[in-house]
């Protein structure tokens, strides 16, 4: 691909995304319009999909920031939810679609319809939380559509590459597949156990912040290929690198954490853009190579695996939720439940993504007897059918059922005297720690600065009691709210100050950007992210 198509698709994807942002309609799905509507106009340049870019290049980092973001606590708390849908559900997918597509398709053998279920058995979950936040879903529900999607890829991934195995003519069991699968998944979660612990030592041991971040960028991609070298899962070995590092983030430098924060914040923003439009981008492609399928017969395919597609979560959900509370009396106590309309939400939050898509090109074309792939044509339609019509249907709908359902939200109150509680904690913590250190004499400090100190501490303190209190009859604001508006104020009076002077030529460039720096440090330490 030219330099300047892929330029024009990370600029005009992230266009449409930031238009989002001022609509109702969740990212990823006007991403996936637009690329629809664009895919046809004169001039716009063919973007097929290409595996070998999008599973070693493009799915790392995503997974990478996912787990970052995710809480290992919390994976851990609801293991048994997550394993089953991102390894249980996608297996029982697989067989269920494929099996399904093998009676609905004449002449297709089960193979390659096996090859069709594998594809599309992973829901990708970036639009279902990006939903979920945005409407305040609970933290739970989120929590485990997150951890569905940092595994069922592997999941997914090793189930195709056994049926592929068997449809190519490579010959395959149900005791070698399980094999590989198992291979392949203790190997994926062994390679990030070997890695995770010395990328985490060279993390707290580089000083510098630009280094640490160079190595933050490389480790997704590190992880993924020493595992695919050793035939494991690197998605696997991604995630639990991810995790750990993740977990132990709060011993890294904060200059560092501030940096890959932000550098990780863009990263994803691009990729996550940029896949969501190639999805869209890919109907000239895939309906120019749709062959002797054609008209109402494809259409009908069509319908019928997006009905199979969302019916199987279903039949999976419900019993995977209730039978084991039901069966273990210790998994009801240890297990909170959350409603009838908790298993609702997850059945129909299955939208598939580009994964499924990249899978699908990967398909060979040619068997072993140097035949052509049975109906691969028909594999990469109905693949693209259903991940549109999943982003569609279930995507624009899912916060409206949520509205319907009346599912309870996050308890923004209780969250936050949550916050000020460890606040309150943290605080008393650090003045028994000031007074310890003012009574060395080494520590000795002027009266004012030992003040500034503690009122610094106070500020924190009451910050978030504050947001738990009144507000200003006026203005509608706390007195947070107030305080941290004023301080911006007087840092951009500062700011227009320094700038002022540059200008005049009484302080040079080099001088104001360490000036703006520590501004920008003390604003980024006043306000809390929104």
Same mark, same amino acid.
Request: charged share 20%; aromatic share 8%.
């Given at each position: 691909?030219?330099? *300047?198509?892929?330029?024009?698709?990370?600029?005009?994807?992230?266009a449409?995304?930031?238009?989002?942002?001022?609509?109702?309609?969740?990212?990823p799905?006007?991403?996936?319009a637009?690329?629809?509507?664009v895919?046809?106009?004169p001039?716009?340049?063919p973007?097929?999909?290409?595996?070998?870019?999008?599973l070693?290049?493009i799915?790392?980092?995503?997974?990478?920031?996912?787990?970052?973001?995710?809480?290992?606590?919390?994976?851990?708390?609801?293991?048994?939810?997550?394993?089953?849908?991102?390894?249980?559900?996608?297996?029982? /997918?697989?067989?269920a679609?494929g099996?399904?597509? =093998?009676?609905?398709?004449?002449?297709?053998?089960?193979?390659?319809?096996?090859?069709?279920?594998a +594809?599309?058995?992973?829901p990708?979950?970036?639009a279902?939380?990006?939903?979920?936040?945005r409407?305040?879903?609970?933290?739970?529900i989120t929590?485990? *559509?997150q951890?569905?999607?940092?595994?069922?890829?592997?999941?997914?991934?090793? /189930? =195709?590459?056994?049926?592929?195995?068997?449809?190519v003519?490579?010959?395959?069991?149900?005791?070698?597949?399980?094999?590989?699968?198992?291979?392949?998944?203790?190997?994926?979660?062994g390679?990030?156990?070997?890695l995770?612990?010395?990328?985490?030592?060279?993390?707290?041991?580089?000083?510098?912040a630009?280094?640490?971040n160079?190595?933050?960028l490389?480790?997704?991609?590190?992880?993924?290929a020493?595992?695919?070298?050793?035939?494991?899962?690197?998605?696997l070995?991604?995630?639990?690198?991810?995790?750990?590092?993740?977990?132990r983030?709060?011993?890294v430098?904060?200059?560092?954490?501030?940096?890959?924060?932000a550098?990780?914040?863009?990263?994803?923003?691009i990729?996550?853009?940029?896949?969501?439009?190639?999805?869209?981008l890919?109907?000239? +492609?895939?309906?120019g190579?749709?062959?002797?399928?054609?008209?109402?017969?494809?259409?009908w395919y069509?319908?019928a695996v997006?009905?199979v597609?969302?019916?199987?979560?279903f039949?999976w959900?419900?019993?995977a939720?209730?039978?084991?509370?039901w069966l273990?009396?210790?998994?009801?106590?240890?297990?909170?439940?959350?409603g009838?309309?908790?298993?609702?939400?997850?059945?129909?939050?299955?939208?598939?993504g +580009?994964?499924?898509?990249?899978?699908?090109f990967?398909?060979?074309? =040619?068997?072993?007897?140097?035949?052509?792939?049975?109906?691969?044509?028909?594999?990469l339609?109905?693949?693209?059918t259903t991940?549109?019509?999943?982003?569609?249907?279930?995507?624009?709908?899912?916060?409206?059922?949520?509205k319907?359902?009346?599912?309870?939200?996050?308890?923004?109150r209780a969250?936050t005297?949550?916050?000020?509680?460890?606040q309150?904690?943290?605080?008393?913590a650090?003045?028994?720690?000031?007074?310890?250190l003012l009574a060395?004499e080494?520590?000795?400090?002027?009266?004012?600065?030992?003040?500034?100190l503690?009122a610094?501490?106070?500020?924190?303190?009451?910050?978030?009691?504050e947001?738990?209190?009144?507000?200003?009859? +006026?203005t509608?604001?706390?007195?947070?709210d107030?305080y941290?508006r004023?301080?911006?104020?007087?840092?951009?009076?500062?700011r227009?100050?320094?700038?002022?002077?540059?200008?005049?030529?009484?302080?040079?460039?080099?001088?104001?950007?360490?000036?703006?720096?520590?501004?920008?440090l003390?604003?980024?330490?006043?306000?809390?992210?929104?």
């Open positions: 691909m030219d330099v *300047l198509p892929l330029l024009m698709l990370v600029a005009c994807s992230a449409v995304a930031g238009f989002a942002r001022r609509t109702p309609v969740p990212a799905l006007l991403l996936v637009a690329g629809l509507a895919s046809y106009l001039g716009v340049p973007y097929e999909l290409n595996p070998h870019i999008v070693p290049l799915l790392p980092p995503l997974l990478y920031t996912a787990g970052v973001e995710s809480s290992y606590l919390d994976l851990r708390a609801n293991w048994r939810p997550v394993l089953l849908l991102s390894v249980g559900y996608v297996l029982f /997918a697989t067989l679609v099996y399904a597509v =093998y009676l609905i398709v004449p002449d297709l053998p089960l193979t390659a319809a096996l090859v069709l279920g +594809v599309i058995a992973p990708d979950a970036v279902a939380t990006a939903i979920a936040r409407v305040g879903l609970p933290s739970r929590t485990i *559509l951890g569905e999607s940092l595994v069922n890829d592997a999941t997914a991934i090793t /189930a =195709y590459k056994v049926a592929v195995a068997a449809a003519g490579e010959g395959a069991s149900w005791a070698g597949g399980t094999a590989e699968f198992a291979v392949a998944a203790l190997g994926g979660v390679v990030g156990l070997v995770m612990v010395p990328l985490h030592w060279l993390r707290t041991r580089l000083k510098e630009l280094l640490q160079t190595l933050s490389l480790i997704p991609f590190v992880a993924y020493a595992a695919e070298e050793v035939h494991a899962s690197g998605v070995a991604v995630v639990v690198v991810a995790l750990y590092l993740g977990h983030s709060w011993q430098d904060f200059a560092t954490r501030l940096q890959e924060a550098v990780w914040k863009m990263v994803a923003f990729l996550e853009c940029a896949v969501f439009a190639l999805i869209g890919q109907l000239p +492609v895939v309906l190579a749709l062959g002797e399928y054609e008209g109402l017969v494809a259409a069509a319908l997006f009905l597609v969302v019916v199987a979560r039949v959900v419900y019993p939720t209730y039978l084991p509370r273990s009396p210790k998994i009801h106590q240890r297990e909170a439940d959350f009838w309309q908790g298993p609702v939400i997850v059945s129909w939050a299955g939208m598939r +580009v994964v499924s898509l990249a899978i699908a990967s398909i060979p074309h =040619y068997l072993d007897d140097g035949s052509d792939f049975p109906a691969r044509n028909l594999v339609y109905l693949t693209f991940v549109i019509g999943t982003l569609v249907v279930q995507g624009l709908s899912l916060p409206a059922l949520i319907i359902l009346k599912v309870p939200g996050r308890d923004v969250e005297l949550a916050e000020a509680q460890a309150s904690e943290a605080s008393r650090a003045q028994q720690r000031l007074d310890t060395d080494h520590n000795t400090l002027p009266d004012a600065l030992t003040d500034r503690r610094v501490l106070e500020r924190r303190r009451n910050a978030v009691w947001r738990l209190g009144t507000v200003n009859a +006026v509608g604001e706390s007195a947070d107030t941290r004023l301080a911006r104020e007087m840092i951009d009076a500062e227009e100050v320094f700038v002022r002077l540059r200008d005049e030529r009484r302080i040079d460039d080099e001088m104001l950007r360490t000036l703006l720096r520590r501004l920008d003390e604003e980024a330490a006043a306000y809390r992210e929104e």
